[in-house]
């Protein structure tokens, strides 16, 4: 009897050193290339943590006092190294390349690319188990899901067409993140399949679809220069006056897979309901 209860007591003793030196252990020091994830670091009450950043990571304000790294899509390679971090964290498409730089030079890679809100509720999750910020991680989470079913969709499902991009006309399907935005607002991409994720449409095309809605979200275009693209006056957002640019919504709430989207949600839901 007695040789059981110390030996719980044993146990008890390792249990509870086991977890003081977890909670105790420091965070690993990481640097961030990716803007939406430099967010969810810091949304995570992990920013401490984060040594470096692109000049891309511009929200919160905190991270104005981190080291500038370069930019999402040309990071300073020797400057990360300069760092020494214990990981760098970074995104998908042409960041790819960067991935294969970094493991080459032996530098721990955690790369994170959504492509949906599910996919973005499981990199808080993998995130916050690797700063040990699981609990936070969940809270956020959960928060998050609960907003985004609270939204009020519009009755009817207008249709969207979001241009990402000028030259040329560049949009995202429904298998894109931005897509699945589209569809949690209750609107509908007149482009739901296409060869890729984000993708050149033709402006014939997008005359031929007649969106009710379109979003532009890209910098320095007005209502004026999408109504004056040849052949748009028909299109029923022309018409309707339903152009909305980066005037009207942050594109970074839109296009960014952190937790400012369901911001992104409702505003693309108030826009089917005017």
Known sequence: MKQSFFLFVLILIISCNSAMEKADAPLPQIVVLSPELAEIVCALGAEDHIVGI??????????QQKVIVGSFSAPNIEKIISLDPDA????????????????DLNITVRQFYPASINGLYE??????KYLNKEDTADSLIQSMNASIGAIIKPEECPTIYIEIYNKPLMTSSSDSF????????????IFPVLPR???AVSSEKVVELNPDIILIT????NKEDIKDRLGWDIISAIKNDMVFTT??????????????????IKALSQLGTQ
């Open 88 to 103: 760098v964290f970074l995104s998908g498409m042409e960041q790819e390349i960067f991935r294969h730089k970094l493991q």
């Open 218 to 221: 890209y910098p320095n275009v």
């Open 54 to 63: 692109t000049q891309e990571c511009d929200y919160p304000k905190i991270l």
């Open 178 to 189: 931005v897509g699945d935005v589209i569809i949690k607002a209750g609107l509908k991409n």
């Open 197 to 199: 994720e984000y993708c």
């Open 123 to 128: 990199t808080i999750s993998e995130i916050g």
């Open 247 to 264: 005037e009207n919504i942050d594109p970074d709430i839109i296009l960014r897979a952190g937790p400012r989207i369901v911001q992104g």
